[in-house]
């Protein structure tokens, strides 16, 4: 069977929705390093479309690769897991 038709998927948490019809989410992974073998976080930020804004900030989201939508948008949102809580 062919890899055709699959996309990656990934869950952040979203640091920016100040555009319009986009988030910019923060995907943070643990990395062992190579010579001291301790676990350390790192994470990478992209830009995903969100067609209706409804992605606020803090809201973990689950975001899934697409066709470029614009220069730094590859990526779009599939479904928000998590509401941030509003205090």
């Known amino acids: 069977m062919s890899d055709r038709g699959r996309r990656k998927t990934a869950i952040g948490v979203v640091i920016s929705d ?9 995907i943070e992974r643990l990395e062992k390093h190579p010579l001291y073998k301790k676990y ?10 969100d067609e209706n804004n409804e992605a606020k900030v803090g809201d973990k989201v689950e975001v899934m690769e697409t066709r470029p939508m614009s220069k730094t948008k590859r990526w779009r949102l599939v479904k928000i897991l998590e509401k941030k809580a509003i205090v």
């Open 18 to 26: 100040k555009m319009d019809n986009s988030i910019r989410v923060r």
């Open 40 to 49: 350390m976080k790192k994470w990478t930020k992209l830009t995903a479309h």
